[in-house]
């Protein structure tokens, strides 16, 4: 059963996948990665050169891609829930944790970041506020477990991760 950890931007989804990689023995797949390998450029470039449509319909494609083979952690990109079919990908093939945190914490997370395109025309905070409220019943619908990260260090939320995998699919 794979593992996916779904939020927005600057959640730790990222940080938290490889984590939880490391300790479980699993392979790790970042999204983002996979879609700069696939279509070769990078995520600013596909919003600047092809637009948000496009970029989705990459991630559409390397969330299929992860989901094949073997068990693994999966870092998805924060719109990964924008499409109903990859709501219904990311159910039917595996575990969905989503990691949330304020938006404040988000934004001193993120707000150097120049690889992460603006998603509106809105001040970073703003935009991060709208987007979250935008995106908060896809997200609950998707999700199977879900975890606070700005409350807690990385390892203590990835063990939480860890612990409630290993209680829904018996894991040693």
Do not use: W
């Not at 996979?34 to 919003?47: C, H, R, T």
């Not at 120049?114 to 979250?132: C, F, G, S, W």
């Amino acid at each position: 059963m794979n593992l996916f950890l779904i939020g927005y931007r600057g959640t730790g989804k990222t940080t938290l996948g490889k984590i939880i990689a490391s300790k479980l023995g699993l392979d790790f797949i970042d999204l983002d990665e996979l879609i700069v390998k696939n279509a070769g450029k990078s995520i600013p470039e596909i919003f600047a050169k092809e637009g948000e449509p496009k970029f989705r319909e990459y991630e559409t494609q390397a969330l299929e891609e992860a989901c094949a083979g073997k068990e693994k952690i999966v870092s998805c990109g924060g719109g990964i829930i924008t499409k109903e079919g990859n709501i219904d990908l990311l159910k039917k093939n595996g575990f969905v944790v989503l990691l949330k945190a304020n938006p404040e914490i988000i934004f001193k997370r993120i707000y150097k970041d120049k690889n992460r395109p603006a998603l509106t025309d809105k001040d970073p905070l703003e935009e991060i506020k709208h987007m979250l409220e935008e995106r908060r019943n896809a997200y609950e619908k998707a999700k199977d477990f879900e975890i606070n990260t700005d409350k807690e260090k990385k390892l203590q939320s990835a063990k939480k991760i860890i612990e409630e995998y290993r209680k829904r699919f018996k894991k040693i």
